[in-house]
Structure formats: structure tokens, C-alpha cells
């Protein structure tokens, strides 16, 4: 399994249309093209190694309605953000 590091996710979210907040974690939360708020995901601020664990890369894709392989995707950017609201629509999220 993958492990991610935590400024690339941070980095590729923001260009693929998600909003942070930060609070107690940083969380992301997708914003469609029409404004309305989509799936989120968060992970802790933390003073670690800035690797995301392949357990929390595969909890936050599914948070955010991918499998493990599309959330990496979606951060190196194969996945873009029309393709990522298809598979959204087609989960029946938006």
C-alpha cells in the first residue's frame, strides 16, 4: 500500500477543488463546480515524519468514495477533477 506525503496531498487537493479548514485536524471538503459542498476527508495536524500511512491513505479514499489506487491517483494527478465528480455522480453523491 501507498504513503503519501502529507504536503503533496495538501497541495494536490487544493488544485482539484477542495477546501481546507483548519481546526483540531485539517480537514478537505470537495466543492463542486455549482458550490455545493461534497465528500471531505481530514488528517491530523501532527508532528510526525509528514507521511500519510497507507492506513489513512485507504480511510481517506474511501471517505472521499475512491478506492485506494484512485485517491493516489487523484493526489499525482492521472485523476483529474471532471473524471473524480463522474465517479462521484455515479456513487450517487452529487
Known sequence: MATLRKAEVERSL???GFSRRDGKHIRFTYIYR?????????????????EISAALV??????????TSGFVDLVECPLG???YENILRAEGQH
Open 14 to 16: 487544493a488544485r482539484k
Open 34 to 50: 455549482d458550490g455545493a459542498r461534497g465528500p471531505s476527508t481530514h488528517f491530523s495536524h501532527g508532528s510526525g515524519s509528514g
Open 58 to 67: 485507504s480511510t481517506m479514499a474511501r471517505q472521499l468514495y475512491l478506492s
Open 81 to 83: 477533477r471532471d473524471e
